[in-house]
C-alpha cells in the first residue's frame, strides 16, 4: 500500500514499507535538468550530478567514497533533459548513517577545484569515445534535427568545448538554482516507517531552498520532418534512428498511443517492425520504437542497425509499415495480444525496492496520481480498436519522419 507521509517541514513522500528484505530504497528527481543549461554551457548539469559524491559536507571526495563503500551505502546523480535524478539504497539498520550522507551530497556538495578538473576529465574523454561512436552519433543528431532551436536540441552530456568552459562557480551556481523543496519529488521503499521516513525528509532535504530558480523552457514542435540527414562513418552497418510527432504524457489518447506503439515497433518479440524487418528480411538483429514523452514535446522515436548495403531497404519497410498503419489501423487480434502483453508484464516493474521507487517518483512527476498502479490495467484494457485506429492516423499520417543515420548506407539519399 502507499502511504502519502508529509514531514514536519512539510516535505510530501510516498512510502511503501515492506519488511520482507532489511533494505530501504530512496528514488528522488528535482524538477529542471539538461534543458536549464545555458547555451554555452551544455553539459552544466550533467557535470553537477556527477560531482555530488566527489566530496560533501565534512568527506573530501577519497573519503566520501570510502564511507559509501565501506558502509554498503550506493548513491547515484543522473541529469535528464527536464530533471535532475537520484537514488539512495542503503541496509536498514545503517539507515540514519546513509541518510546523513545523502543530506551532505546534495546540500553541501564540495565541488573542490580539484574534483572538477578530475570529473571534467573523465566527461571530456566519453566525449571524446563517443565522437566516433555511431550510436551516440546518431541520437545527437536525431535531437539536433527535431529540436534545433530549442534546449531539447543539444546533448545533455555537452561538448568538449561546453565542458572545458565550465567553471567551479558555474556548476555551484547551477546547484543554487536547480536543487530546491519546489520542485522535489521523493518516493521510500522498505524497511521503515513513516514516523522515521519522515525524519528522513527533513534530515536530507529540509535544509535546501525552497524554490528554484528555473528558466521558462519554450513548448517544443517538431523540426525536419521528411528530411533524411547522413553522418558519413567507415562503418560496416549503417545506425539509423527516426521520429515522428507523439503525444504528452497528460493527453488523452496517450495510453491509445502506448499500445498502438507496442504493436508498431514497440514490442520486442510481437512488433510489426521485428517481424517485417528481423524475422521476414532478417535485415536486422533488432528494431524497436519508443514513445517519447518530455516535458515541452514528444515524439515517437525508433531505431535500427543493419548493414549498409540493406539500410534503404529497411528504412523504406520502416516507412511502409508506418504508413500502412496510418490508413488501415492494427487488427483486433493485435490489439488484444498488445494489452495482454502490457498488462501482464506490468508487474515485472515492481519486483524489487529500486524498482518500485523508480516507479513511485515518475507516477508523481507524471501526475498520475496515488492510485495510478491500481486503474492502469484498466486504462490500456479501454483502449479501442477505433481509440488504436483514430491515433494511428493522428500520429502517422502526417507523412514521412524525420531520419537521422551514421554509416555509409548505399541508396539513402
Same mark, same amino acid.
Given at each position: 500500500?502507499?502511504?502519502?507521509?508529509?514531514?514536519?517541514?512539510?516535505?510530501?513522500?510516498?512510502?511503501?514499507?515492506?519488511?520482507?528484505?532489511?533494505?530501504?530504497?530512496?528514488?528522488?528527481?528535482?524538477?529542471?535538468?539538461?534543458?536549464?543549461?545555458?547555451?554555452?554551457?551544455?553539459?552544466?548539469?550533467?557535470?553537477?550530478?556527477?560531482?555530488?559524491?566527489?566530496?560533501?559536507?565534512?568527506?573530501?571526495?577519497?573519503?566520501?567514497?570510502?564511507?559509501?563503500?565501506?558502509?554498503?551505502?550506493?548513491?547515484?546523480?543522473?541529469?535528464?533533459?527536464?530533471?535532475?535524478?537520484?537514488?539512495?539504497?542503503?541496509?536498514?539498520?545503517?539507515?540514519?548513517?546513509?541518510?546523513?550522507?545523502?543530506?551532505?551530497?546534495?546540500?553541501?556538495?564540495?565541488?573542490?577545484?580539484?574534483?572538477?578538473?578530475?570529473?571534467?576529465?573523465?566527461?571530456?574523454?566519453?566525449?571524446?569515445?563517443?565522437?566516433?561512436?555511431?550510436?551516440?552519433?546518431?541520437?545527437?543528431?536525431?535531437?539536433?534535427?527535431?529540436?534545433?532551436?530549442?534546449?531539447?536540441?543539444?546533448?545533455?552530456?555537452?561538448?568538449?568545448?561546453?565542458?572545458?568552459?565550465?567553471?567551479?562557480?558555474?556548476?555551484?551556481?547551477?546547484?543554487?538554482?536547480?536543487?530546491?523543496?519546489?520542485?522535489?519529488?521523493?518516493?521510500?521503499?522498505?524497511?521503515?516507517?513513516?514516523?522515521?521516513?519522515?525524519?528522513?525528509?527533513?534530515?536530507?532535504?529540509?535544509?535546501?531552498?525552497?524554490?528554484?530558480?528555473?528558466?521558462?523552457?519554450?513548448?517544443?514542435?517538431?523540426?525536419?520532418?521528411?528530411?533524411?540527414?547522413?553522418?558519413?562513418?567507415?562503418?560496416?552497418?549503417?545506425?539509423?534512428?527516426?521520429?515522428?510527432?507523439?503525444?504528452?504524457?497528460?493527453?488523452?489518447?496517450?495510453?491509445?498511443?502506448?499500445?498502438?506503439?507496442?504493436?508498431?515497433?514497440?514490442?520486442?518479440?510481437?512488433?510489426?517492425?521485428?517481424?517485417?524487418?528481423?524475422?521476414?528480411?532478417?535485415?536486422?538483429?533488432?528494431?524497436?520504437?519508443?514513445?517519447?514523452?518530455? +516535458?515541452?514535446?514528444? #515524439?515517437? $522515436? @525508433?531505431?535500427?542497425?543493419?548493414?549498409?548495403?540493406?539500410?534503404? %531497404?529497411? !528504412? =523504406?519497410?520502416?516507412?511502409?509499415?508506418?504508413?500502412?498503419?496510418?490508413?488501415?489501423?492494427?487488427?483486433?487480434?493485435?490489439?488484444?495480444?498488445?494489452?495482454?502483453?502490457?498488462?501482464?508484464?506490468?508487474?515485472?516493474?515492481?519486483?524489487?525496492?529500486?524498482?518500485?521507487?523508480?516507479?513511485?517518483?515518475?507516477?508523481?512527476?507524471?501526475?498520475?496520481?496515488?492510485?495510478?498502479?491500481?486503474?492502469?490495467?484498466?486504462?490500456?484494457?479501454?483502449?479501442?480498436?477505433?481509440?488504436?485506429?483514430?491515433? +494511428?492516423?493522428?500520429? #502517422?499520417? $502526417? @507523412?514521412?519522419?524525420?531520419?537521422?543515420?551514421?554509416?555509409?548506407? %548505399?541508396? !539513402? =539519399?
Amino acid at each position: 500500500m502507499i502511504q502519502k507521509i508529509v514531514s514536519p517541514l512539510g516535505i510530501e513522500a510516498w512510502l511503501v514499507e515492506d519488511y520482507a528484505v532489511p533494505l530501504v530504497a530512496v528514488d528522488f528527481a528535482f524538477k529542471g535538468g539538461a534543458a536549464q543549461d545555458p547555451a554555452d554551457r551544455a553539459g552544466l548539469a550533467h557535470m553537477m550530478s556527477a560531482l555530488f559524491d566527489e566530496g560533501a559536507g565534512p568527506y573530501d571526495d577519497e573519503a566520501f567514497q570510502r564511507t559509501l563503500e565501506e558502509n554498503a551505502v550506493e548513491i547515484s546523480f543522473q541529469a535528464a533533459r527536464d530533471q535532475i535524478n537520484g537514488s539512495l539504497r542503503t541496509l536498514a539498520d545503517r539507515k540514519n548513517f546513509a541518510f546523513d550522507l545523502l543530506h551532505h551530497a546534495i546540500t553541501e556538495p564540495r565541488f573542490e577545484e580539484g574534483a572538477v578538473e578530475r570529473i571534467r576529465q573523465s566527461l571530456q574523454a566519453g566525449l571524446r569515445r563517443e565522437a566516433s561512436d555511431p550510436n551516440a552519433m546518431v541520437s545527437l543528431a536525431l535531437f539536433a534535427g527535431l529540436f534545433p532551436d530549442h534546449p531539447y536540441g543539444r546533448s545533455p552530456r555537452g561538448t568538449l568545448e561546453s565542458i572545458g568552459a565550465i567553471t567551479r562557480d558555474d556548476v555551484a551556481a547551477q546547484h543554487r538554482r536547480l536543487m530546491a523543496k519546489d520542485g522535489l519529488t521523493v518516493s521510500i521503499v522498505g524497511a521503515i516507517d513513516a514516523h522515521d521516513a519522515e525524519e528522513m525528509l527533513d534530515k536530507v532535504f529540509g535544509s535546501l531552498p525552497t524554490s528554484a530558480l528555473l528558466q521558462i523552457v519554450p513548448e517544443a514542435d517538431l523540426a525536419s520532418l521528411g528530411e533524411r540527414r547522413i553522418i558519413e562513418l567507415e562503418v560496416p552497418q549503417t545506425v539509423l534512428q527516426f521520429a515522428t510527432p507523439g503525444v504528452k504524457r497528460d493527453d488523452p489518447d496517450y495510453m491509445a498511443a502506448f499500445v498502438l506503439n507496442h504493436i508498431y515497433g514497440g514490442g520486442s518479440f510481437s512488433s510489426r517492425l521485428f517481424q517485417k524487418v528481423r524475422e521476414e528480411k532478417g535485415l536486422a538483429y533488432s528494431v524497436s520504437t519508443q514513445v517519447g514523452a518530455l +516535458a515541452h514535446a514528444a #515524439f515517437i $522515436g @525508433g531505431g535500427v542497425a543493419t548493414r549498409n548495403d540493406r539500410a534503404a %531497404e529497411s !528504412l =523504406a519497410i520502416i516507412e511502409a509499415e508506418m504508413a500502412e498503419i496510418a490508413r488501415n489501423g492494427p487488427t483486433q487480434a493485435e490489439l488484444e495480444s498488445a494489452k495482454k502483453y502490457i498488462t501482464g508484464s506490468y508487474a515485472l516493474r515492481f519486483d524489487a525496492s529500486t524498482k518500485i521507487a523508480n516507479q513511485l517518483t515518475m507516477i508523481q512527476t507524471e501526475q498520475l496520481g496515488i492510485d495510478f498502479i491500481d486503474r492502469r490495467n484498466d486504462l490500456v484494457d479501454a483502449v479501442t480498436l477505433d481509440d488504436t485506429r483514430r491515433v +494511428a492516423q493522428r500520429l #502517422f499520417g $502526417g @507523412g514521412r519522419p524525420f531520419v537521422a543515420a551514421v554509416g555509409k548506407p %548505399e541508396g !539513402l =539519399a
